[in-house]
């Protein structure tokens, strides 16, 4: 069977994910881009493959190119390719680019986001979205309140007071390197539109969920382990971890409670309102080797001669994130996570970097875009101690028309 492009963009990005999700969770500028120049390097390999075949079989067909991975570009982002491809070919790409101010446009910036949800299942369950134009966002800022009943021509009873709570979307500048090489911009715009799609998609979903998993709130994202209760001890930026709630099981009185928790309403003090909590919205987050060493056998049933995987007393997500540390989980309420990433202003949204050396016939540039996330309130999600979680699940078995069940280690 005939390799798509899509199918070898996906492996090429399979290759490199442990190595890119590592640095972006260390934080180290060097670690990071040698993990991306590899990464781009491939991409980069990987386009100029898949356009080399369509070139010669089709001579860039729109209906091929579309089939393979590239879009039919709008008029606004041909303009901001070939202006792209004039300045790097310039004498002085350098100067060229640092001087081109035409801003990435928000088509490109929306499909990147799309591609994200695609291929990273953790993001797509969070409100994810392209912030190009928003400063803030509004919650519900009380309770639910009741109506009352009363006789048809009689007073009204009662009035509904609302309100809402504004959270400011402080942007933090989010960079990732692009690695131009010169052949790719003979290509084409399609093609640069390509690689340019597939190679920050990743590097941007992979910084994306280590700040919303974990992110301090310094210049990132306030991840979903932070305490962001009025009364965190918040220092030079960075908010405190949540105290752990420490769990051995996954069993039904265990999910329950921690269900209980979640359902708290967030703007009453006293502690005695609630809210619903659709159980399909609840996602749980491990660490890799806590969820094969652990999760797994929990969460895996022999049922009629037949494995179930990730089951649950309730219809909730199971993911791995090495943005956790072995030990913790987290579990909380996925869509109540707001991220967003948008163009960086008026200015050019690739410019030039002097982090990375130039390599023969390629040129190092950095991808600058803007983007925040963080829970909508303190208590949507449950930072979790999964360090002594039992393993031990109960076995279905099917006799004779009976259900019986046995512990099974």
């Known amino acids: 069977m005939k390799i798509t492009s899509k199918d070898l963009f996906a492996q090429v990005k399979k290759q490199h994910e442990t190595a ?24 980069n390999e990987a386009v100029l493959q898949r356009a080399a075949e369509e070139i010669d079989a089709r001579n860039q067909d729109a209906t091929i190119l579309t089939a393979r991975g590239a879009n039919v570009l709008t008029a606004a982002e041909r303009d901001y390719y070939d202006g792209l491809a004039k300045a ?5 790409p350098r100067a060229a680019v640092a001087n081109y101010e035409v801003a990435m446009p928000q088509t490109v910036v929306e499909r990147i986001i799309r591609t994200i ?4 299942p953790l993001l797509d369950k969070l409100n994810f979205m392209s912030t190009a134009y928003l400063s803030r966002i509004l919650v519900n800022a009380k309770p639910a309140q009741l109506a009352a009943w009363g006789k048809i021509t009689g007073p009204v009873q009662k009035e509904i007071e609302g ?8 942007m933090c500048k989010l960079s990732a390197f692009l690695c131009i ?22 590097a941007i979903a992979c910084a994306c969920e280590a700040g919303a998993v974990a992110g301090t709130g310094k210049d990132e994202p306030i991840g979903m382990i932070r305490d962001i209760s009025p009364s965190a001890s918040v220092q030079d930026g960075v908010y405190p971890k949540q105290t752990p709630v420490k769990i051995k099981k996954l069993d039904p009185k265990t999910m329950g409670a921690l ?3 979640l359902a708290r309403n967030p703007v009453d003090s006293t502690g005695n309102s609630a809210r619903a909590v659709d159980p399909r919205d609840i996602i749980l987050v491990f660490n890799p080797f806590d969820y094969w060493e652990k999760v797994f056998a929990a969460t895996t049933l022999l049922v009629g001669g037949q494995y179930m995987t990730n089951v649950l007393p309730i219809p909730a997500e199971i993911f791995q994130s090495s943005a956790l540390a072995q030990g913790e989980a987290v579990i909380g309420i996925a869509p109540y996570y707001f991220i967003g990433v948008g163009p ?11 982090s990375v050396k130039f390599l023969e016939d390629q040129r190092a ?14 208590y949507a999600f449950l930072l979790l101690d999964v360090s002594e979680l039992d393993s031990v699940v109960s076995t279905i078995v099917e006799v004779s028309g009976t259900v019986a069940t046995k512990e099974q280690a």
């Open 88 to 92: 790097l070919k310039s004498s002085d």
């Open 20 to 43: 890119l999700a590592a640095a972006f969770k260390s934080g180290d500028p060097e670690q990071m881009a040698t993990a991306m120049t590899a990464f781009f390097d491939g991409m």
């Open 344 to 354: 960086a202003g008026k200015q050019g949204t690739i410019i030039p970097d002097d």
């Open 181 to 202: 090489s010169m052949d790719l911009v003979e290509l084409g715009p399609e093609w640069m539109d390509t690689y340019a799609r597939e190679t920050l998609s990743e």
């Open 117 to 120: 949800k695609k291929t990273h």
């Open 365 to 378: 540039y950095k991808a600058k875009l803007q983007g925040n996330g963080r829970p909508m309130d303190q």
């Open 259 to 261: 269900l209980k928790k």
């Open 163 to 170: 309100g809402v709570q504004e959270i400011a979307l402080t």
